[in-house]
């Protein structure tokens, strides 16, 4: 069964989905109109509840979705269409189901998952926050005055990034940064995962509180000059690398 629907953008200031176990792909195209595919099962259609409310188009499954049997032939994917001139919020969570988004630009964009894998490419925002428990993500080509990352046990790959101020935190995951130009800060909390940072910067005024965790270094000269980024490492055994790359 499919269901689509359109709403005016300029009617809109926020875009919110919130999901259990439905696939959501959210992508910008060369549309007027935020459109809103819908493809699935019967029921899983008609349960879904999409409306737009005071200038926020909400696109959410009922709360029963979390205790649904998935082996009983329910299916659901939404595909979400914005405009390439779109400016302003983007707020997407899933329990379960794969979060892809892709081409996007907002003043904040927010992207949650628990166990579902998230896929990010080619995100601008003023504000960009990457939330997993235990999924996988993958992000390229990720533009932000401030990125926030936040993973429990998922490993988290992001590539070709152009960020002021990184913040990510992690209790076990694995975690890759590779910045696409100089950044002025990160700050980073694992318990016990490993951080690798790569940068287009020959020196890092770097500091780092941990049990047994240790930093190590390619290319890069660690200093206490203010005039170079600062990288911020708080943890109990988490090792962190920095390595240096040419522009």
């Known amino acids: 069964m499919e269901r689509n629907i359109s709403f005016e953008a300029n009617d809109l200031k926020d875009i919110v989905a919130n999901l259990a176990w439905a696939?959501?792909?959210?992508?910008?195209?060369s549309v007027e109109k935020v459109q809103i595919m819908v493809a699935g099962d019967e029921a899983s259609v008609n349960d879904l509840?999409?409306?737009?409310?005071?200038?926020?188009?909400?696109?959410?499954?009922?709360?029963?979705?979390?205790?649904?049997?998935?082996m009983d032939s329910r299916w659901l994917q939404i595909c979400i269409r914005i405009p390439m001139s779109w400016?302003?919020?983007?707020?997407?969570?899933?329990?379960?189901?794969?979060?892809?988004?892709?081409?996007?630009?907002?003043?904040?964009?927010?992207?949650?998952?628990?166990?579902?894998?998230?896929?990010?490419?080619?995100?601008?925002?003023?504000?960009?926050?990457l939330k997993t428990v235990s999924g996988d993500t993958r992000?390229?080509?990720l533009t932000a005055e401030k990125l926030s990352v936040r993973s429990v046990s998922g490993d988290m790959a992001l590539d070709a990034l152009k960020v002021n101020q990184l913040?990510?935190?992690?209790?076990?995951?694995?975690?890759?940064?590779?910045m696409e130009q100089a950044f002025k800060s990160i700050e980073v909390?694992?318990?016990?995962?490993?951080?690798?940072?790569?940068?287009?910067?020959?020196?890092?005024n770097v500091n780092l509180r941990s049990i047994s965790g240790r930093v190590r270094t390619e290319g890069?000269?660690?200093?206490?000059?203010?005039?170079?980024?600062c990288v911020r490492v708080t943890g109990v055994s988490a090792d962190l690398k920095l390595i240096s790359i040419k522009e």
Not at 23 to 29: G, P, S, Y
Not at 221 to 227: P, Q, R, V
């Open 49 to 70: 509840r999409v409306e737009a409310k005071e200038g926020v188009l909400l696109t959410e499954q009922p709360q029963y979705g979390l205790s649904l049997n998935l």
């Open 189 to 204: 909390t694992a318990v016990s995962g490993n951080v690798i940072v790569t940068a287009p910067v020959s020196a890092m």
């Open 139 to 141: 992000g390229e080509m």
């Open 23 to 29: 696939q959501l792909e959210i992508f910008a195209d």
């Open 87 to 129: 400016k302003k919020g983007i707020h997407c969570s899933t329990i379960s189901g794969l979060l892809s988004a892709r081409k996007l630009n907002g003043s904040e964009i927010v992207l949650e998952t628990v166990s579902g894998e998230m896929r990010a490419m080619k995100l601008n925002a003023d504000v960009l926050k």
């Open 220 to 229: 890069v000269d660690i200093t206490e000059s203010s005039d170079v980024p």
């Open 167 to 178: 913040k990510c935190s992690s209790v076990n995951g694995e975690q890759t940064y590779n």
